[in-house]
């Protein structure tokens, strides 16, 4: 990725976005960061991601990298041990809860909901690594691993029909910044139920079609 400084404001609202010992957040002005995530210090941003409310992102100690088409959804932790740099590659996927403390996620990688990923794991492109899931410092995984429990091991590889319904699940939060850039914003609640028009549903119906591919995350586990 390339980035380059410039004097423009970013266009999240920047309320829990700081500065920590001279280093400044590099955001990517596609990007979208809800105004409850909190962005310290020394992290790069690419295209096209979405940090969820409540996610802290902490380079404070160190670097934190976030490539394009990444989400950060709602009340994940992203820090590391001092002197560390943690990158996040194109595409990953990171589920709600989850914390990624120095370690480096690759290329298409989707982390389960609350699953932690400790100093120095390295996971490899397009693994998946299921919800609740415990991987241990310096854990090695390589390429398509299918990882679960506490401590992590692989079960499996990533079938072709898991990634792709990976994929497919993560095109959706790819276009979540662009969607909240334009019509989210802070509003006053109804008092009662009123009709509009079309189903909210639609554009998603394709991929709801494939959540049964859930299941093969955790088919066959001994």
């Not at 241990?136 to 898991?162: C, T, W, Y």
């Amino acid at each position: 990725m390339n980035y380059k400084s410039n004097n423009q404001q970013p266009t999240t609202n920047n309320k829990m976005i700081f500065e920590f010992n001279g280093y400044k957040p590099v955001i990517d002005e596609s990007s979208f960061v809800h105004p409850q995530a909190n962005v310290t210090g020394n992290v790069i941003i690419g295209k096209d991601v979405y940090i969820g409310p409540g996610a802290a992102i902490r380079g404070d100690w160190g670097e934190i990298i976030i490539e394009d088409g990444c989400n950060v959804q709602e009340s994940c932790t992203i820090h590391m041990f001092p002197g560390t740099t943690v990158t996040l590659k194109k595409g990953a996927h990171i589920g709600h809860g989850a914390i990624i403390h120095g370690a480096h996620i690759g290329k298409n990688v989707l982390v389960g909901m609350n699953a932690v990923v400790m100093d120095e794991a390295e996971i490899g492109d397009e693994c998946i690594i299921g919800a609740l899931t415990f991987v241990k410092s310096k854990a090695v995984f390589e390429k398509r691993s299918l990882i679960v429990g506490n401590p992590a091991k692989k079960i499996k590889d990533v079938s072709d029909e898991m990634i792709a319904w990976k994929t497919e699940g993560t095109k959706i939060y790819q276009s979540l910044p662009k969607d909240c850039h334009a019509s989210l914003k802070e509003t006053v609640p109804l008092i009662e139920m009123k009709k509009k028009g079309g189903n909210h549903y639609e554009k998603y119906k394709t991929y709801r079609r494939r959540l049964y591919f859930c299941t093969l995350c955790t088919k066959n586990v001994r």
